[in-house]
């Protein structure tokens, strides 16, 4: 969607705000032996308490109040009885619905201890989101983002995972633009504009370039081995820096 009132910017926020309250309470909530249905339960609860209802639900009936994807899980994991063990890499993912707007965040983290390959992962994909979200202005290539993720993944010699992407989201969950790619496309000719709502969401990892869907039809995969890193903000393209609307 395109900002077009003061009240979609304050709709924005107030749900911006609670799917990144809610990703924080949870990834400090997580603990070895709890399993990840216990995890989205805590999501569930925290989601309500903001008045807002969980977005893959509303939008995909996806089994879970959230996503919650570790170690070889790269992206939409369905919250179950497995177990959170010490020295996992954890992802969640938390987008919701509040009064007909949407918003979209993630982040990735580790059940201490952590090697040091594991924290550099996560650090530089955390460094991707941010220069990628201060590299989107309007006027500007739509693939600056890409390029802004590449970057970093290249000067941290990570690898990116190109099936999955960014994408436009405001009046629901999925919108135009719908592809965003983390990586440069050089054929991408679309131009961002002041007031588009985007997520950004770069995707490292350490061995894989692509995902499979797992055989419960929603996980995605990474190939044996492989650890992987997501953060995600919800934006709004201005002529400056962005505003970012996920933040606790």
Known sequence: ???????????????GRAVALTLKEMISSAEPGMTTRELDLIGKSLLESYGAKSAPKVSYDFPGYTCISINEEVAHGIPGDRIIKPGDVVNIDVSAEKNGYFADTGGTFIVPPGDLLKKR?????RIALSEACHSAKAGKPLNSIGKAIQKVAKRKNFKIIRNLCGHGVGRGLHENPKEIPGYYEPNDKRILHEGLVIAIEPFLSTKSNFV????????LIGSKGNFS????????????????????
């Open 212 to 219: 499979s869907e797992g055989n419960d039809g929603w996980t």
């Open 121 to 125: 992962l996560i650090s530089s994909a």
């Open 1 to 15: 969607m395109t900002i077009e009132t003061d009240n979609d910017l304050r709709e924005l926020k107030k749900v």
């Open 229 to 248: 890193a997501q953060f995600e903000h919800t934006i709004v393209i201005t002529n400056g820096k962005p505003i970012i609307l996920t933040v606790a």
